[in-house]
């Protein structure tokens, strides 16, 4: 579960949030994907992430957020009763894929991800097509040995090529906007002041 934007989740006080929060999200049946909380002046912003199989909602996101809220309203010591935003959101398509059911979710997409032993990979861009407990296969396109590095060079179809758990780094969807389909997403998502109305953060903090 990442931590790399907001308060790590090795912060004790983010840690036990994410006892009560987790399993909440898991009774209703999506992963946590994500749990950041960020001082905003005098207000915290609660932010989860959550995300499954079949996708998310704007319904779902609505489900999520009541449940989180009547949790924190259970153990709001813990925020020590501060005014808080609490936001529920789907991942956007800059989420970097790193566990596999992330890779599964993404299966028809286009991704760049390093291939190879850390210090050594080599970008590859491809659409995935299958994910096993092996590794995740994608389709790979690529120039000929005779055209490669001529302008205007015809690509050769793509080629299957399976990678390894352990050679996969972390990918990345690539948004193709020319697509039928394309993914121009950013995540669903929603804000929930402590008095049940939607809302953002304050810049400076202060009560509207």
Do not use: C
Not at 26 to 53: F, K, N, Q
Not at 105 to 123: D, F, I, K, S, T
Not at 136 to 161: I, N, Y
């Amino acid at each position: 579960m990442s931590a790399s934007r907001g308060t790590p989740r090795t912060d004790p006080a983010t840690s036990r949030l994410a006892g009560w929060i987790e399993p909440v999200v898991g009774s209703a049946g999506y992963d946590l994907e994500d749990l950041v909380v960020t001082p905003a002046g005098r207000r915290s912003v609660v932010r989860v992430v959550i995300d499954r199989d079949e996708g998310v909602t704007l319904d779902d996101i609505a489900e999520v957020s009541r449940a989180v809220s009547a949790a924190l309203d259970e153990n709001d010591g813990e925020l020590g009763r501060a005014p808080y935003v609490l936001e529920v959101t789907s991942p956007g398509v800059d989420r970097p894929l790193t566990e596999a059911r992330h890779w599964r979710r993404n299966v028809g997409r286009l991704v760049a991800v390093p291939v190879g032993a850390p210090g050594g990979a080599e970008p590859v861009t491809g659409r995935v097509t299958a994910v096993d407990d092996a590794g995740v296969t994608l389709a790979v396109e690529g120039r000929s040995v005779e055209s490669k590095g001529k302008p205007g060079a015809k690509k050769r179809p793509p080629a299957p090529r399976h990678v390894p758990w352990a050679e996969l780094g972390a990918g990345r969807v690539q948004v193709e906007f020319g697509r039928a389909g394309a993914d121009t997403d950013t995540g669903t998502d929603t804000g929930t002041d402590t008095d049940g109305d939607a809302a953002e953060a304050d810049d400076d903090g202060g009560e509207q």
